[in-house]
């Protein structure tokens, strides 16, 4: 055939012509190659831009990070990974197992299981997240851990978090089932889990009911503070273990505690090539435990307090009851057998910090301040927060005595030998209405008030030695010995014009005594017409009337001072720029709340009357618990022990937030204990304008 080719001019011309094109083919496909540019390139973009590649992972994005990979290209895993993630993994792990893979793959590992439990929503592979993400966190050798400022530490603490979190959650993930058990793994393994019962116990309570919380938004709070760390956050619920200590009737059922679940493994690089991988897994509850030591190093725990915060909050009936509260007598007493609520067990040492509502108004409105206080660390281990629940519409003086009563029972039951003295430092900040009865904790009446309303002593009037009894209570008390700080917040000292308006006489109108309180009135006005100081047609005894300009209940209150030995403070907000003189606060004016004789005054401006959830008045109590309870510790020896650091303190590394994935951070914008705000002012002039 060459031969014949060869001899052939036809065929030897169409050879060459052949071969030509070849290499005008080859020529125009260089030159097309060199016009397009080089394979390699780069080209500016917004920074930030660059920041989101770099951070991305499968915690965050539908691809996992760079890190790993990385991983897959060096092994030529890519595109099976793609095709095929179980069976990239599986060759992932066997060169873990064959000793050829390092911390680079146990990262890997645990991100690309994390993601195709993701994709999949497969338990074990959620497990595997967890294992290898704890076993690339601390290895037995401390020369081999990973540096901190390394950024797969913080992805492969989420990693080990939310992989802990899934692998436990119940069938529909609203909650946690924290158990013993065996689990099955991928790669043919199994993980062994040890649980500690006895974790669970705290307080004499059982925590159950397990709730993740960084998966839930939160709203309505000002700020969400976490503090990152290792493990699995949740908000665990509370039963009594038994009736026996006081204490439990004043944590409401709603009430949420922060906790973490961890999942710890011994020689955690040894066992991941192991067909068994044995784990033992408890729970911490924050209020006692921050870190923890593993693998020789101080770790902090991961804890979601505001998330807890708020879930507790949404589910609770407060909300409702501020509703109504105004109108009917005695409605807090008939729906629970405590007026006193409290965020956390009664422990001993820590400083009582009582909230008073104001009208029309619950418990629920101090979440702003209660978030941020609780996680202050120079005020956590000091204090212990607690919130007096009262029917806005009674009379005044009737709360007042209600207030009274709750905090010395309260003393009395958690206390009654006197041997905490952290409880006899007590402070209350009350809130409009709330800061008159505030005021009524700290003050000897005498006289006073009953001198308001009759002009012939109690001991002379026609009345059943019941009715004069709670007279007696009402209108004439000592003050609280326990009681040492007071703080008003936008509180109508000399009444508000509000109270006095068409639509407050209107609605005062529907507000219903409590029975014992009415009973009391019907009796001291049949009995009695001669002897009483107002109008006995129309007895005029709810909260809207004593709040009027003018009334004799606040002209009497005002003129009273505090008890010898008590310290108070005012924050005082007004709509308007400073100075505040002429203004109010849409509800009271700074006239009405103004006090000459109060250790401080801090007018907010552009604040409206629900100030006790301005930030700058937020920061303003910070100030005066740390300045308390310095106080108290130099005298007592009460208050002193806020939260200790552990030696060496808590591992850096898990410290810092991977980027875009959780959005918070635990940052204490409120540690520098001497810091002082320009919106101080001094008193009042005497030529005010």
Request: negative net charge; aromatic residues 10%; charged residues 20%.
């Amino acid at each position: 055939m060459y031969r014949f080719w060869q001899d052939d001019p036809v065929a030897t011309t169409r050879m060459r012509r052949s071969r030509l094109g070849g290499w005008l083919l080859l020529l125009v496909a260089v030159l097309g190659a060199t016009a397009c540019g080089p394979p390699i390139t780069v080209r500016r973009v917004p920074a930030r831009q660059v920041t989101a590649e770099l951070a991305r992972s499968a915690l965050n994005s539908d691809r996992p990070s760079l890190f790993s990979e990385n991983v897959l290209y060096r092994w030529d895993l890519g595109d099976l990974f793609r095709r095929n993630p179980e069976a990239a993994l599986q060759a992932l792990h066997d060169r873990l197992a064959s000793e050829r893979g390092g911390a680079a793959t146990l990262f890997a590992i645990a991100e690309l299981s994390f993601k195709h439990a993701e994709d999949t929503g497969r338990r074990d592979y959620f497990l595997a997240a967890t294992v290898y993400a704890y076993a690339f966190l601390f290895p037995n050798d401390h020369a081999e851990r990973t540096r901190e400022f390394d950024p797969r530490v913080r992805i492969a603490a989420d990693l080990y978090n939310r992989g802990l979190t899934r692998g436990f959650a119940t069938a529909d993930g609203s909650s946690v089932d924290l158990r013993a058990g065996t689990y099955p793994l991928p790669f043919g393994q199994q993980l062994e889990v040890d649980f500690d019962q006895k974790s669970l116990e705290w307080a004499n309570r059982w925590l159950y009911d397990f709730i993740p919380v960084a998966e839930l938004e939160v709203r309505g709070l000002g700020a969400r503070f976490r503090s990152p760390g290792i493990g699995s956050p949740l908000a665990a619920s509370m039963a009594p273990l038994d009736s026996g200590p006081v204490e439990w009737g004043y944590v409401p059922p709603t009430m949420k505690v922060p906790v973490t679940a961890l999942l710890r493994i011994d020689d955690p690089r040894g066992q991941v090539a192991q067909p068994v991988v044995a784990a033992k897994l408890r729970v911490y509850n924050r209020y006692e435990v921050e870190d923890v030591e593993i693998a020789g190093e101080r770790v902090p725990l991961e804890v979601e307090p505001s998330a807890t915060l708020a879930y507790g909050l949404s589910r609770s009936r407060v909300w409702g009851w501020e509703r109504f509260g105004i109108f009917r007598g005695d409605l807090i007493s008939s729906e629970s057998e405590q007026q006193l609520a409290f965020v956390e067990p009664y422990r001993p040492g820590r400083i009582p910090v009582v909230f008073v509502h104001g009208t029309a108004s619950s418990p629920g409105r101090w979440a702003n301040m209660l978030n941020v206080l609780s996680n202050v660390r120079q005020l956590r281990g000091r204090f212990q927060f607690w919130f007096f629940f009262y029917d806005t519409g009674n009379a005044i003086p009737y709360s007042a005595l209600r207030l009274r009563q709750a905090l010395s029972e309260a003393v009395s039951r958690l206390d009654p030998e006197g041997r905490d003295p952290a409880l006899r430092q007590m402070v209350v900040i009350g809130h409009s209405q709330g800061g008159l009865l505030t005021k009524m904790t700290a003050i000897d009446s005498g006289d006073r008030f009953w001198n308001g309303i009759s002009s012939r002593p109690l001991d002379e009037l026609q009345v059943s030695e019941t009715t004069r009894d709670l007279l007696r209570e009402v209108f004439f008390f000592e003050p609280l010995p326990f009681v040492t700080r007071l703080v008003f917040i936008a509180t109508p000292h000399r009444g508000s014009a509000l109270a006095d308006g068409s639509l407050a006489n209107w609605l005062a109108g529907f507000v219903r005594l409590p029975q014992t309180l009415a009973g009391a009135t019907g009796e001291l006005v049949s009995g009695n017409p001669d002897a009483l100081r107002f109008d006995p047609r129309r007895p005029t005894f709810g909260s809207v009337y004593g709040m009027r300009p003018g009334s004799v209940l606040l002209e009497s209150l005002v003129e009273t001072p505090v008890a010898p030995g008590v310290t108070a403070h005012s924050i005082i907000p007004v709509r308007g720029d400073l100075p505040p003189y002429g203004q109010s606060d849409g509800v009271v004016s700074f006239e009405s709340a103004h006090l000459d004789w109060v250790a401080s005054e801090l007018v907010v401006p552009r604040t409206g009357h629900s100030a006790q959830q301005s930030p700058i008045a937020i920061e303003e109590v910070r100030r005066i618990l740390i300045e308390h309870a310095d106080v108290v510790c130099a005298a007592s020896g009460a208050g002193c022990a806020p939260q200790p650091t552990p030696l060496g303190g808590p591992d850096p590394r898990f410290l810092v937030d991977a980027a875009a994935v959780e959005p918070f951070e635990e940052i204490d914008p409120y540690a520098d204990p001497d810091a002082e705000l320009e919106v101080r002012i001094p008193d009042r002039p005497a030529t005010a304008p």
